[in-house]
């Protein structure tokens, strides 16, 4: 009986000391910085605080979108906008891996893309969703969160094939902009072709590109019917850009609907804004 004492104590004084060290790293980390308000699109991940904070009224960034074909250097994209910036501590285990790959994740579940991730002895991610940019950075047992919201683009500055291959060579994606259609039709209208000229000429400098041609709608109207009339605008789309000499195989016409906002709805301008085409890389 007094050996399976001595046995039972034994056990507990391994547990307690294997425990205790990871409840003392639990107790390092204090409460959230006082003034600094978490994240409202990427919530702090478990195990981690709010160390401090930052608001900028306009601010400007460079990250990284893709990368190079033929370096595998990341490309870059200028931002400017106003910015939150969030930093974070996590329980001392905590890696960069671990980080990016839990935030990627819930960043994809709250609907945002993510064109651009890296994880080594520290982690990169690039998150979009219409205007609004996410930009995190992992190193150690820390992030940071940059929330950016990017100043809406002039519809002017890009209108040739150069500067639309030069977009989507950078970010992989771009809006072409110029393209009408008529309330409820799904054909472009005659005042549509100078912009879908110069998207054929930019698919035709990019001869192994494959794309997705997007359209997209407000929400005025049923959700299904917006659907709908936006994948007949795709393909509607598609076959013009297949009539000027774009191989049809490299096309995949692709309507949205109202799914994917860029601006608000409740308002003229944003409904405009979001009445769009979109042209996305694939391959």
């Not at 401090?52 to 306009?58: I, L, V």
């Not at 400007?60 to 906008?81: Q, S, W």
């Not at 009445?275 to 996305?280: A, P, S, T």
Request: overall charge negative.
């Amino acid at each position: 009986m007094r050996r399976s004492f001595q046995v039972v104590c034994v056990l507990a004084v391994l547990v307690t000391v294997a425990v205790c060290p990871l409840a003392a790293q639990l107790k390092t980390l204090e409460t959230d910085a006082p003034g600094c308000l978490d994240s409202r699109f990427l919530p702090k991940l478990s195990g981690c605080r709010v160390d401090n904070c930052e608001k900028k009224a306009s601010d400007r960034r460079d990250p990284p979108v893709r990368e190079d074909e033929k370096t595998g250097d990341p490309l870059t994209y200028a931002l400017e906008g106003e910015s939150h910036t969030i930093m974070y501590e996590c329980h001392s285990e905590t890696t960069p891996q671990s980080v990016v790959k839990r935030a990627a994740g819930a960043l994809v579940t709250a609907g945002f893309e993510v064109p651009y991730q890296f994880v080594g002895e520290e982690g990169v991610i690039t998150a979009r969703k219409g205007d609004t940019w996410l930009l995190l950075e992992a190193a150690s047992n820390f992030y940071t969160l940059v929330e950016l919201t990017a100043a809406p683009p002039d519809e002017h500055v890009i209108t040739d094939a150069t500067g639309l291959g030069e977009a989507v060579e950078r970010f992989g994606r771009v809006t072409v902009h110029g393209v009408k259609f008529l309330s409820g039709l799904s054909d472009p209208t005659m005042d549509s072709e100078p912009a879908l000229r110069e998207l054929a000429v930019m698919l035709t400098d990019h001869p192994q590109w494959r794309v997705r041609i997007e359209v997209h709608t407000d929400n005025t109207g049923l959700r299904a019917a917006n659907l709908a009339l936006s994948t007949k605008r795709a393909a509607a789309v598609t076959s013009w850009l297949s009539g000027r000499g774009v191989k049809r195989i490299r096309m995949e016409p692709s309507g949205k609907g109202d799914t994917q906002p860029v601006a608000d709805n409740s308002t003229p301008s944003g409904r405009l804004r979001n009445q769009r085409l979109e042209v996305v890389r694939v391959d």
